[in-house]
């Protein structure tokens, strides 16, 4: 058993289903600044999945199960910095990006899409899991400004008046020396 204030305070959370207790998993854990979600299907509260044989709707009720998590963990969809995202079929991309899109809005975090071959419930379509840091304040947050998302989006070759990049300083090897010959002295 892992001792938890070792490294502060971990609460972990549970919403209940059997899946939880029968696989053994906590469906959220917060280990200080972070909030690690557990992959989210399209179940609904009795573990029934919703929208069958229908991406977008399956992919919106993970989503929804996610941020319904995080709610009860004093989060949001808008502190999610990754997601990881499974799905069985990935030829409805349009419908998969159009949900993922909506739910995040203004706030997209880094994201993984992979086709698998099969899910743990055969009904689901997708299952999506999300890391959530909840950290810094808002007032702490970076925000780059226009420039300097134009100039992330089209490279120049013209120097810009961002900040310098740490300069990397390598040591020398020292110099091959020549073995020395035994018996002979000068």
């Known amino acids: ?47 029934t999945i919703a929208g069958i044989n229908q991406m977008y709707t399956q992919a919106r009720t993970a989503l929804g199960n996610i941020a319904s998590v995080l709610e ?24 998969i990006a159009r949900a993922h899109r909506e739910a995040f809005g203004e706030h997209p975090p880094a994201s993984t899409l992979l086709e698998i071959g099969a899910l743990a419930r055969g009904d689901a379509l997708i299952e999506i899991d999300a890391d959530a840091y909840v950290g810094a304040s808002p007032s702490q947050q970076v925000q780059p400004d226009a420039r300097a998302r134009a100039r992330s989006a089209t490279p120049s070759r013209t120097p810009s008046k961002a900040r310098p990049r740490a300069r990397v300083v390598r040591a020398k090897a020292p110099a091959p020396t020549k073995p020395r010959r035994k018996g002979r002295r000068r």
């Open 1 to 47: 058993m892992a001792d938890d204030s070792r490294h502060g305070p971990v609460t972990r959370f549970s919403t209940g289903l059997a899946s939880e207790s029968s696989f053994g998993f906590s469906r959220a854990v917060r280990a200080g600044d972070w909030i690690l979600v557990s992959g989210c299907t399209a179940t609904d509260a009795t573990g």
């Open 72 to 95: 009860r963990m004093g989060s949001s969809l808008a502190d999610v910095v990754r997601t990881r995202v499974y799905v069985t079929d990935i030829s409805d991309l349009p419908s």
